[in-house]
Each structure stands twice: as structure tokens, then as C-alpha cells.
């Protein structure tokens, strides 16, 4: 974000990429400055959403975990998260190249906690431990 250039107003540079240039605030409605934008840059047939879409699949080509990638979209359903984060075809191919690399060693075995024991369980053995002490 530090590339994009900031508009600067009377109040000073903008921390918005659509912003008034009378106050330097963010705009409500975007959709003139963004077709504006768009009929300079020579854009058509692009809508906004279409960052959304470009910048979930960005991350998750790169790597970025999914849950990542929904918190930074604010999704509340990871399901929607997965409408845009379409793997590149290279990824699949990394992904099955990875079986190629040798044996795995397996983890290590994790110690399981102590369990806890239910109300029957404890009831049983304070009545067994009251008949045989």
C-alpha cells in the first residue's frame, strides 16, 4: 500500500486510494473516482469486487493459509472464502510433487493429557473405594 500514491488535500496526504481531495477523508461512493480510475488506466469489463476475488486467490497461491484469508475478507463462512480462492494449476502439481521427495519421517508420538473422569465414573470408584477400604 505504500506504493500506491497518496492524493493530498488542504489536510495533507491521504491514507485512502479514494479519497476527497477537499478533506483528504475517504469517499461513501466510490463508483465515480473508480470508473474515473478505470477510464484512465484504459480498464474495461472490471469491477471492484474483481480485487476481492484477485487478492484471495493472490494469497492462497502464495501459500497464505485459508482461515488467514477469510479473516482478512471478513467472511464469517470459511465456504465463502473458498468461492475465491481458486488454486492455481501450478499449485496442484507442487502439491503432488511434494509425495515425490522422499521418505516421511513420522511424527512424534504426543502424550495425551490425563483424562478426566465422568460424575458415573467417579461415583463408582469412591463407592468401590468405601466397600473394599
Do not use: C
Request: hydrophobic share 40%.
Amino acid at each position: 500500500m505504500r506504493a500506491i500514491p497518496r492524493q493530498v488535500s488542504k489536510e495533507g496526504p491521504s491514507p485512502y486510494v479514494f479519497n476527497n481531495p477537499d478533506t483528504g477523508t475517504r469517499w461513501v461512493d466510490i463508483r465515480k473516482p473508480w470508473f474515473a480510475a478505470l477510464k484512465v488506466a484504459a480498464i474495461r469489463n472490471f469491477r471492484f469486487h474483481d480485487l476481492r476475488h484477485s487478492f484471495a486467490s493472490r494469497m492462497v497461491q502464495r501459500g497464505v493459509p485459508l482461515k488467514a484469508v477469510q479473516e482478512l475478507l471478513g467472511h464469517a463462512d470459511i465456504k465463502t472464502t473458498m468461492r475465491y480462492a481458486h488454486l492455481a494449476p501450478s499449485d496442484l502439481e507442487r502439491a503432488v510433487l511434494a509425495l515425490s521427495k522422499g521418505p516421511v519421517r513420522p511424527a512424534p508420538a504426543l502424550s495425551s493429557p490425563p483424562r478426566r473422569k465422568g460424575k458415573l465414573e467417579a461415583n463408582a470408584m469412591a463407592e468401590e473405594e468405601r466397600h473394599t477400604g
